[in-house]
């Protein structure tokens, strides 16, 4: 039983893990911000499974990039999330009814469960990557979040090539 329990973690971290090559490997082939941001939409409602998104990038000109990325002040997050934001990794589970409407904007009605996780290049923060499921138990607590880490570090790498961006104040 206990072998049959770790071959399914095994098979279902190595199908995460595919996921996450493939998501990388199309980020990184992106040649315009538009294509990045395609890229990215495609994997996270196809390959897994989010009901909405949300990115929020920090940036001194608020803009509006697309339909689910945005530019806002850290200021601005501060005030909305300031806790996801100062967080050493993921926020995973559920969130309050402001974080919610901050993050996924006109989808937000839709999340029952989230993963959030603060983009860093080094000790700065760059963005906020948000994850929505209609299912509450699809994103909890005691998930793993070693696969959503890396896809973390390559936005971080990948963003200010892209959106040139400015200082965060």
Same mark, same amino acid.
């Given at each position: 039983?206990q072998?049959?329990?770790?071959v399914?973690?095994a098979?279902?971290?190595?199908?995460i893990?595919?996921?996450?090559?493939?998501?990388?490997?199309?980020?990184?082939?992106a040649e315009?911000? =538009?294509? /990045?941001? &395609?890229?990215?939409?495609?994997?996270?409602?196809?390959?897994?499974?989010?009901? !909405?998104?949300? #990115?929020? $990038?920090f940036?001194?000109?608020?803009?509006?990039i697309?339909?689910?990325?945005?530019?806002?002040?850290?200021?601005?997050?501060?005030?909305?999330?300031?806790?996801?934001?100062?967080?050493?990794?993921?926020?995973l589970?559920v969130l =309050?009814? /402001?974080? &919610?409407?901050?993050?996924?904007?006109?989808a937000?009605?839709?999340v029952?469960? !989230?993963?959030? #996780?603060? $983009?860093?290049?080094?000790n700065?923060i760059v963005?906020?990557?948000?994850?929505?499921?209609g299912?509450?138990?699809y994103?909890?607590?005691?998930?793993?979040?070693?696969?959503v880490?890396?896809?973390?570090?390559?936005?971080a790498?990948?963003?200010p090539?892209?959106l040139?961006?400015?200082?965060?104040?």
């Open positions: 039983e072998l049959d329990t770790l399914e973690f098979t279902r971290n190595h199908e893990f595919e996921k996450t090559v493939r998501l990388i490997l199309a980020l990184l082939d315009d911000v =538009n294509s /990045l941001f &395609q890229s990215l939409e495609e994997s996270l409602a196809k390959d897994f499974g989010c009901t !909405a998104y949300g #990115l929020i $990038v940036d001194a000109q608020p803009r509006q697309n339909h689910f990325a945005t530019c806002v002040t850290l200021t601005t997050a501060h005030e909305y999330v300031a806790d996801i934001v100062n967080a050493d990794g993921p926020t589970g =309050n009814d /402001l974080q &919610q409407d901050f993050l996924f904007r006109h937000s009605a839709t029952r469960s !989230a993963l959030v #996780l603060p $983009v860093r290049s080094g700065t963005a906020v990557l948000a994850l929505g499921s299912d509450a138990d994103f909890n607590p005691d998930m793993g979040t070693t696969f880490n890396f896809i973390a570090d390559a936005l790498r990948l963003l090539r892209y040139f961006l400015t200082d965060t104040g």
